[in-house]
């Protein structure tokens, strides 16, 4: 797509964004920075909208766009609030390092920043001028006109704009209403639950040469990173049935205890320091991609409501904000020359369709690898990985961080 000058005047769009999360709040900002209208509706109160378990990587493919959005000043506070992303890697449980992986090898002082998920939401809305977020409100429907959108909520409330899109997450209710029907297909489950919450480092016994690491046993894996201000967040994966709670063997500490407490220094220490009430476990999902289209008319996904993959590369809130920006820069650019808005949805949809894909699959392969559960499987994955060059062991993930985020947007903020 060529590089253009457009003016703020050229746009005068109006979206209609449903859902707060990562992609709603970034696309908010998107658009705003492009000259267009936005309200964004999220059916949660403020409180919980702005909460949410552990912590996140927004790696350096996320972070190119966040350099480039609102003058740079939410990355400014991504820095401020969280930890860069150094050297870490994988280990064997026994604490013996398969894996070492280092900004260098993107050419980078870091390879993004890690924070704690409200930290990130609040960093997000506060990005926002005032009145642009609309908390308590569930949508329900949508009604596409020749010249607009009509957008129903629960309550009975009522917007308008000229494009509808559904940042609404796993359960899109939007995607649902696209496929003609009331809820959403369930998801995919992956055959694995995880535990997330973080801790203060103190006196713990980290290794200070790494800001992350993820030691990998038979059939779970315990990792944890630097979220800024001495704290770590971690996760703790394991195979399990769907549906499974921590009631039997008293409580989810207990449980991390019981599956964790082989593995080698700190992560025993680690789940000591845990307190029982901020331990979240959630089962973990995904859906087949969708191909080239996932919209209709004015209404397009990003995000979870478009590609949900499991969270084994740290990538999906990341290609909810690589979707932001692309979305917005089909709709300005597409303004440009005319097209329907219709037409530059589906555009933007095919853009991202192949890598998006590419993250659903690549994503599923490491889960696999890291979840592999029969002795002799895990001792060859080890055996391979430990044998692996850093080089060759590079070359997995190389390509989601040379994502390169180019776009007249940038030109043409419009601070409010
Ligand atoms: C264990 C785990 C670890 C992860 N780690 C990482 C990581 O390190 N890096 C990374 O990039 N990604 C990670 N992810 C993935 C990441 O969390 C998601 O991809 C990301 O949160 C998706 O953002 P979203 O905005 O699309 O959806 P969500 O964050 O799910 O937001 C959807 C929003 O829509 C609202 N909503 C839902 N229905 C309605 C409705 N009807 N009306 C109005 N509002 C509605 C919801 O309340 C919610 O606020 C991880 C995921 C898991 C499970």
């Known amino acids: 797509m060529a590089m253009q000058e457009i003016t703020t005047t050229d746009t005068a769009l109006k979206a209609i964004i449903i859902g707060g999360g990562i992609g709603g709040l970034t696309c908010a900002r998107a658009c705003l920075d492009a000259g267009i209208e936005v309200e964004l509706y999220e059916k949660r109160d403020l409180d919980s909208m702005l909460s949410g378990p552990g912590g996140i990587f927004i790696q350096r493919n996320a972070m190119r766009i966040y350099e480039q959005l609102w003058e740079g000043r939410i990355l400014q506070h991504l820095y401020e609030r969280g930890g860069k992303i150094l050297k870490g890697g994988f280990f064997s449980d026994k604490g013996t390092l398969l894996y070492l992986n280092s900004p260098e090898f993107v050419k980078a002082e870091d390879l993004g920043v890690c924070l704690l998920r409200p930290e990130l939401q609040h960093i997000l809305y506060n990005a926002l001028p005032e009145g642009t ?242 002795p002799i499987g895990c001792f060859l994955r080890n055996w391979i990985y430990r044998l692996t060059p850093t080089w060759l062991g590079d070359l997995q993930f190389k390509w989601l961080f040379d994502y390169d985020a180019k776009s007249p947007v940038y030109r043409i903020r419009n601070y409010a």
């Not at 055959?191 to 040469?209: A, I, Q, S, T």
């Not at 201000?229 to 996760?235: E, K, L, S, T």
């Not at 409580?251 to 025993?268: H, M, N, V, W």
């Open 133 to 374: 977020v609309r908390t308590n409100a569930a949508f329900a429907d949508f009604c596409q006109t020749p010249d607009g959108i009509q957008v129903l909520f629960a309550d009975g409330r009522e917007a308008w704009g000229d494009v509808l899109i559904g940042a609404d997450g796993l359960y899109s209710k939007v995607r649902s209403r696209l496929e003609g029907k009331e809820q959403s297909e369930p998801p995919i489950y992956s055959g694995m639950c995880c535990w997330r919450g973080w801790f203060y480092k103190k006196d713990l016994p980290l290794d200070e040469r790494y800001t992350w690491a993820e030691l990998w046993g038979c059939g779970n894996r315990f990792g944890y990173f630097d979220v800024g201000g001495g704290r770590f967040a971690f996760y703790g994966f394991s195979n399990t049935a769907a549906g499974g709670n921590d009631e039997a063997v008293g409580g989810a500490k207990k449980a991390l205890q019981a599956l964790f407490s082989s593995y080698a220094d700190p992560i025993p220490a680690i789940i000591e320091t845990l307190d029982e009430q901020s331990i979240y476990r959630d089962d973990i999902f995904d859906r087949e991609p969708k191909g080239m289209q996932w919209g209709r008319g004015r209404v397009t996904l990003i995000g979870d409501a478009a590609h949900p993959v499991q969270p084994n590369l740290g990538q999906g809130g990341c290609m909810a904000i690589e979707d932001c920006f692309e979305l917005v820069k089909y709709l300005i650019v597409g303004q440009e020359t005319g097209e329907d808005i219709s037409a530059r949805l589906r555009q933007f949809e095919q853009s991202r369709s192949q890598r998006v894909e590419k993250v659903f699959t690549v994503s599923r392969q490491v889960g696999k690898l890291g979840q592999t559960d029969s």
